[in-house]
């Protein structure tokens, strides 16, 4: 093992338990891999800091924003695939959106530049006080909710983009996104923890 990287991950563990304490966050799960193989993974913390559940690496999380990298990916599988361009207008491929969202292209959803705001108009999902918007409610507020800013004038980071391009995905597909991506992301890529 290279020099550097057996003090990293003696140090990052240690950065680690320190970042969880200064922000007060319950537990932490740490994978490192390389060249294909899992060198190091442990959990720090709790599942359930109230029972004193210690966390360990088969524990889940929520998948937040990381979900973005899934939509990512299968946005440019439909790309590779001539079922969609980049600079198509996402209007070519979801209907009933906000016309200035309709002029949006897919690269610029894609890369927060599209203008939209960061959250449809209830984002207490955030909390675990409400699930996800339904895509009705979420293509609902895309009518109903004009870009904040003008698209390629700087970078708007947007959750309510991003389940636009889910709405994309299954325009374009006929599936519903959960079994597309599941199938043609997560499967393909070999992920069985997902």
Not at 117 to 139: H, K, S
Not at 168 to 174: M, R
Request: charged letters at 25%; proline letters at 5%.
């Amino acid at each position: 093992m290279d020099r550097w990287l057996g003090a990293a991950l003696d140090y990052i563990p240690r950065w680690l338990e320190f970042q969880m304490r200064a922000f007060d966050r319950p537990g932490c799960i740490l994978a490192v891999v390389r060249n294909g193989k899992i060198i190091d993974e442990r959990a720090f913390g709790f599942a359930d800091a109230i029972r004193a559940v210690p966390l360990t690496p088969r524990h889940r999380f929520r998948v937040a924003s990381h979900s973005k990298s899934f939509t990512a990916a299968g946005i440019l599988k439909l790309r590779e695939r001539g079922r969609l361009k980049l600079d198509d207008a996402i209007g070519q491929h979801v209907g009933g959106l906000n016309p200035a969202i309709a002029r949006a292209t897919v690269q610029q959803v894609l890369s927060h530049s599209a203008g939209i705001r960061r959250e449809v108009v209830d984002g207490a999902y955030f909390a675990d006080r409400r699930p996800f918007p339904a895509a009705a409610q979420l293509a609902a507020d895309l009518k109903d909710s004009p870009p904040v800013i003008e698209a390629n004038t700087r970078l708007k980071y947007s959750n309510a983009g991003y389940g636009l391009l889910g709405l994309l995905i299954e325009a374009v597909t006929g599936e519903p996104y959960r079994a597309w991506i599941r199938r043609e992301v997560i499967e393909a890529a070999g992920l069985t923890e997902t």
